[in-house]
């Protein structure tokens, strides 16, 4: 929440309350947390949309392990949510981060079921196949601002023919 909160800004009202309400407690109250974040700052440069530099500020570098855990387990929460069915030790689960979606992505994901989770925060798409249904993909939105996606294959079979999309643009 912590990185995704510094990922995401705070120019909106939903994520200068993310910020406000829930990462920044976690930072003042997680002292390794906090000294690992002030350890790594350096200063970075902010881009718009059309890569205009707009300004400098101070950042942290992404913790993708940390970043991928909590997808993964975002995957395998709603897949038990939506399905009934625990996944445990019978997928792999394999995540990926993006910066933007593209238009092919964005077309290839709009007939896949859709759920949105509070006023818009998160956004996420999902399908399952339904000859294999431990094999499925997974599309997040959050804040409108950042993405990520997953996928789940069974681990005795992970070069099956079968092919849902994974996504490696963005």
Not at 24 to 47: E, F, G
Request: charged fraction near 25%; glycine fraction near 6%; aromatic fraction near 12%.
């Amino acid at each position: 929440m912590v990185y995704l909160s510094l990922q995401v800004g705070m120019d909106t009202l939903e994520t200068e309350q993310l910020w406000e309400n829930h990462a920044l407690r976690t930072v003042k109250h997680n002292r390794r947390l906090r000294n690992k974040l002030l350890a790594t700052m350096k200063p970075v440069y902010l881009r718009s949309p059309a890569g205009v530099i707009t300004e400098r500020r101070m950042g942290s570098p992404w913790d993708s392990e940390a970043y991928d855990k909590v997808i993964e387990r975002m995957i395998r929460g709603l897949y038990f949510y939506h399905f009934s069915e625990i996944l445990g030790d019978r997928v792999r689960c394999k995540v990926q981060w993006h910066s933007f979606i593209t238009d092919e992505i964005s077309e290839m994901s709009k007939e896949w079921q859709q759920h949105v989770i509070g006023n818009g925060q998160i956004v996420y798409r999902y399908v399952k196949a339904q000859e294999h249904p431990l094999y499925s993909t997974w599309l997040f939105q959050f804040y409108d601002r950042h993405w990520a996606s997953g996928y789940t294959e069974p681990i005795d079979q992970p070069n099956n023919s079968l092919q849902l999309p994974n996504f490696v643009g963005g």
